[in-house]
């Protein structure tokens, strides 16, 4: 007998929650069934789930009010654990893992917290929990590569070089037109991770093992409480639906994809055949044998890294298609799949962006790629206009590019007797006016690559991403509107009072609240502060819908200065998109535009003010206290879950009480800070557990 073949004897799984039904798991088995070297990474949402869950548990009786609070100490001092690494997980799977180590520490209240609910419809609420925060990570990752990519393509705005079809010289474009390419694909793919978050947002908790749960309580506050917006409404394809994660998983392949052909064309750029730009300092690596080496190491690694991001939507896709309905342990191998592709792409997007902003133009090498080839298809359309049908023309600039081939020579340089030979049309005047700047003069408009498209799209792109003014939406009829509003006289439009007791300043600056009409200038006057990473970008769509929020400062006619004042809640202001344009620092224009906001609040009554900086001094002169970030739920679960920066965030909460006491009194409110989903028609009667 071999050793494989030797019986090994059951280890005991009385501590397994279904430890009453068996008596044990071989080794082996165990090794195949535990799932807690993967979805133990899932302790946040389960430790999340758990708090919100012991509140469903108290409505319908299950568990006392001082169990509920028993339970929610457990759980804070085992993620405190769990984040400073003292405390090892242990046990089948994250679920088991955490309901053991509750129980041990509070005893009845984890014993009970199961109740109601099975690890199927658990499994996938964290699955959907962890997969919207991944959407969100996705998004703001593909946004920041955006902006790199359009931070070259400024800085190559008016550059032409050559583009290719089949690897072959074609038409020429400007360089920028081609960064812009691929800032159009990835813009897709943020609509594609929107859709897949969206799709995660369903609620499958109540679903029980397969046919519900007999509990009764407020699903749509549970969902509240939890970040969902929906309510699965089957508990049978709530347990097995992996169609969320299977939706994030194909978003991360066609985004692998467009990373792929970006990094192909990075590659050919960055080669001396191109030579159009050099691998970037501290993005490329050398030989180990050949001393002269400059290798693109991260664009390579992007292009095949982007294999696994197909490859993981190709597994989940051929795991489900053959399921019966309901869960089934098969779907255990779901979360290695989805873990595998945000580590993929977290390590892709943080290297990437970085690695392209350090991209560095060759202007004379790409010049060099605009050779005479380029112009066959505007001599071809010069024809055109004579009268020639296109494919006439087409065949007799054929046959003068044969010719010139055959000779060795650019077609210009062919004796013009042997061109006028091949066509009457091919004259010298009509070969010397053909130049790149007429062809791409000729495709300046939508979707063409010359000079006026080129610099819509950029304003597009740039407004939609929160770097400059534009509309971000790229109506065709913006022009016309803008002109429109511009027509109105000054006399006719109604502007809002300035802020009454405010001593008019005498260097000419006027401080006054935002008109329409100050749109681009306050994007102007935030768009550095968003590029190096001080003020999130908002993009000029929500600036015109926020526009009565602001107070701008105006000198001679430009914007220099703003500050808003956004309402997060009934009793909690936010001091917000506070910028001043660098040459006007030192004027004071900070402190007076804060002191506007803190007016407004004061006029509708709003019982305290805060702020997130890194200039805590600048507030503190202005009356502010530092505050625990902590303690202002409202704006952490509103607007800095959204935020990219929110794992390492390095601003400093401050707060301004307009009410006394007023912090200290949300404190220890406890009052409820989402709003609900709205309730079913039919509201159900709220009962306790059912039983026989």
């Known amino acids: 007998m071999s050793r494989a073949d030797e019986p090994t004897p059951m280890t005991s799984d009385t501590s397994a929650v279904w430890g009453g039904r068996l008596g044990g798991l071989d080794p082996r088995a165990r090794a195949l069934n535990d799932s807690l070297p993967v979805d133990g990474r899932l302790w946040p949402e389960e430790l999340q789930l758990t708090r919100a869950y012991a509140r469903s548990l108290v409505e319908c009786g299950v568990m006392r009010s001082d169990e509920a609070v028993e339970l929610d100490a457990a759980c804070a001092a085992i993620e405190a654990e769990l984040s400073n690494g003292t405390l090892r997980l242990a046990g089948e799977d994250v679920h088991s893992a955490i309901e053991a180590e509750l129980t041990k520490r509070c005893g009845d209240p984890g014993r009970k917290i199961h109740t109601g609910r099975s690890r199927n419809d658990q499994v996938s609420t964290l699955l959907r929990m962890r997969s919207m925060r991944l959407c969100d990570d996705a998004i703001e990752g593909v946004r920041e590569l955006e902006r790199a990519l359009l931070h070259q393509a400024r800085a190559a705005e008016h550059l032409a070089v050559a583009s290719y079809t089949h690897l072959q010289p074609a038409q020429p474009v400007l360089l920028a037109h081609w960064w812009l390419a691929h800032v159009t694909a990835l813009e897709r793919d943020e609509q594609r991770f929107e859709s897949a978050r969206e799709a995660a947002g369903v609620l499958p908790l109540g679903s029980g093992a397969v046919a519900g749960t007999p509990l009764r309580y407020d699903r749509g506050a549970l969902a509240t409480r939890l970040g969902f917006t929906r309510l699965a409404s089957n508990s049978m394809d709530a347990v097995g639906d992996r169609d969320f994660a299977l939706d994030y998983l194909n978003a991360a392949a066609a985004l692998g994809l467009h990373l792929s052909r970006l990094a192909e064309d990075l590659v050919l750029w960055c080669s001396p055949a191109f030579g159009w730009y050099a691998a970037p300092e501290g993005f490329a690596t050398g ?123 650019p077609p210009a340089a062919l004796a013009t007797a042997d061109r006028l030979a091949i066509s009457p049309h091919f004259t010298d005047d009509r070969l010397a006016a053909l130049s790149v700047e007429s062809a791409l003069k000729r495709r300046s408009h939508a979707p063409g690559a010359g000079p006026d498209s080129v ?159 890194r200039t805590v001094g600048f507030f503190e002169r202005s009356g502010f206290t530092v505050e625990q970030r902590e303690t202002l739920p409202r704006k952490v679960w509103t607007d800095c879950v959204r935020c990219p920066r929110r794992h390492a965030c390095d601003e400093t909460a401050v707060v301004l009480d307009l009410v006394p006491g007023a912090s200290e009194a949300a404190r220890t409110s406890g009052r409820s800070w989402v709003l609900p989903i709205p309730p079913p028609a039919v509201p159900e009667t709220s009962l306790p557990i059912i039983v026989s």
């Not at 890294?305 to 779907?331: C, F, H, M, W």
């Not at 605009?370 to 024809?383: F, G, H, I, K, N």
């Not at 049908?389 to 010719?403: E, G, K, Q, T």
């Not at 002191?595 to 900086?613: E, K, Q």
């Open 287 to 409: 030989s180990s044998l050949l001393p002269q080496k400059r290798n693109p190491d991260v664009f390579e690694l992007t292009r095949g890294k982007s294999a696994r991001l197909v490859a993981n939507a190709g597994r989940l896709a051929l795991l489900l298609k053959g399921l019966p309905s309901s869960y089934q342990k098969d779907l255990q191998e779901d979360k290695e799949a989805v873990f595998d592709t945000s580590d993929t792409l977290d390590a892709l997007l943080a290297a990437l962006a970085p690695a392209i902003r350090a991209l560095q133009v060759n202007a004379l090498s790409a010049a060099k790629s605009l050779t005479p080839d380029l112009l066959a298809v505007e001599l071809a359309d010069a024809l055109v206009e004579t009268g020639v049908p296109f494919r006439d023309a087409h065949a007799a600039v054929s046959r003068l590019w044969a010719a010139a081939e055959q000779a060795g020579i």
């Open 455 to 613: 610099a819509q799209q950029l304003e597009r792109h740039e407004a939609r991403l929160g770097l400059a003014a534009g509309d971000p939406e790229g109506s065709s009829n913006g022009d016309a509107l803008s002109e429109f509003a511009q027509s109105i006289p000054r006399t006719d439009r109604v502007s809002p009072p300035t802020t009454p007791g405010t001593p008019s300043r005498t260097d000419g600056i006027t401080l006054r609240r935002a008109r329409l009409e100050d749109v681009p200038g306050i994007a102007g006057v935030m768009a550095d502060y968003v590029i190096e990473g001080t003020l999130l970008p908002r993009p000029v769509s929500e600036l015109f819908q926020c526009i009565r929020e602001f107070h701008v400062a105006e000198s001679q006619g430009r914007i220099v200065a703003c500050a808003a004042l956004r309402v997060l809640w009934e009793d909690l202001g936010e001091v917000r998109s506070l910028a001043v344009a660098p040459d006007h620092h030192g004027k004071g224009l900070g402190a007076e535009l804060v002191a506007r906001v803190v007016d407004d609040a004061r006029a509708i009554g709003l019982p305290r003010i805060i702020a997130l900086t």
